[in-house]
Structure formats: C-alpha cells, structure tokens
C-alpha cells in the first residue's frame, strides 16, 4: 500500500512538474505575442495608415494575467 501511495505521489509530481513547465512556455509565448502586437500597433500609427476614428479609440494591448 506505502509503495503504491508512493508510486502515485511520484506521478502527481512528474505531472506537476510538465505543468509548470507547459505554463511557463505559455507565459514566454504571450509576452512575444504582446510584444508583437504593440510593436505592430506602433508602426501602424506611426505610419498613419490607420483611419483617424479608430485611432482615436481607446485599446490595449491585454496585460498579463
């Protein structure tokens, strides 16, 4: 029973462990991600090729969680 207890215990932690590190790629592919979009919204305004109206409306780029 201990060593079934422990088997699973040990499994629970490889697990743990690939969620982490799933959630970590996760977080450095949305801060590319957000980089990216405010790098493109950027050059779009500077540009001026976006119509004056939709400039002028207030957006963000979403913050991380």
């Given at each position: 029973?201990?060593?079934?207890?422990?088997?699973?215990?040990?499994?629970?932690?490889?697990?743990?462990?690939?969620?982490?590190?799933?959630?970590?790629?996760?977080?450095?592919?949305?801060?590319?991600?957000r980089e990216?979009?405010?790098r493109i919204?950027?050059?779009?305004?500077?540009?001026?090729?976006?119509?004056?109206?939709?400039?002028?409306?207030?957006?963000?780029?979403?913050?991380?969680?």
């Amino acid at each position: 029973m201990r060593d079934q207890l422990q088997e699973r215990v040990n499994e629970l932690q490889t697990e743990f462990d690939r969620g982490n590190e799933r959630l970590k790629a996760l977080d450095q592919e949305a801060d590319k991600l957000r980089e990216t979009l405010l790098r493109i919204a950027g050059e779009v305004r500077r540009s001026g090729a976006m119509p004056a109206a939709i400039m002028s409306t207030p957006w963000q780029v979403p913050q991380r969680l």
